[in-house]
């Protein structure tokens, strides 16, 4: 087996990792993704619920700008 060189190492291909991969591959860094089972395989069995959207207006409250801008 041959040995391949890698500049990052990202563990496992869920939302973040995926996410992970693109950043690193559109800033030209080689890596390697490596997952147990198969790539997002548990997001088709989130709850519906456990999906996060939000409005614009939501995130203009003073409240919001305080902890978060």
Not at 28 to 36: F, I, M, P, Q
Not at 58 to 66: G, K, L
Request: proline share 3%.
């Amino acid at each position: 087996m041959p040995v391949e060189v890698v500049d990052t190492l990202v563990v496992g291909a869920g939302q973040a990792g995926v996410a992970m991969s693109e950043h690193l591959s559109k800033a030209g860094v080689s890596h390697l993704v490596l997952e147990r089972r198969r790539i997002a395989e548990r997001w088709p069995l989130l709850k519906r619920s456990s999906h996060v959207a939000s409005i614009n207006r939501a995130c203009r409250r003073s409240s919001f700008a305080r902890l978060y801008m």
